[in-house]
């Protein structure tokens, strides 16, 4: 799926995430988070858990996957972003 995710990005905008170190393992972990906790329940990267301050960490990524995308997109493709400061809370259980 991250080879084919490369390919897209690559035919469509003529950038890669590979590009960018940092953003393409954020993308990586994310992946793995996400499809951790759909399929089993647990968020994990590898064999580690995602803490509080890793998920924090993948959202960041995430916003900043976002705003190294968004320039590549054909305008009416952009969209308006909200500049009020969003407060994200995360309840984690023991």
């Known amino acids: ?3 084919r995710f490369d390919v ?12 960018e170190p940092v ?6 972990n994310l992946r793995a988070a996400r499809n951790s906790f759909a399929h089993a329940g647990r968020a994990v990267i590898g064999t580690t858990e995602v803490s509080l301050e ?3 960490d993948l959202l960041a990524k995430a916003n ?4 190294w995308l968004e ?3 054909p305008a009416d493709f952009q969209w308006p972003r909200e500049r009020t400061p969003v407060t994200i809370e995360l309840l984690v259980q023991p």
């Open 54 to 56: 890793k998920a924090k």
């Open 64 to 67: 900043s996957i976002v705003d």
């Open 1 to 3: 799926m991250d080879e």
């Open 8 to 19: 897209l990005l690559r035919a469509t905008l003529g950038r890669s995430l590979k590009e």
């Open 71 to 73: 320039p590549s997109l």
């Open 23 to 28: 953003l393409w393992e954020g993308y990586r």
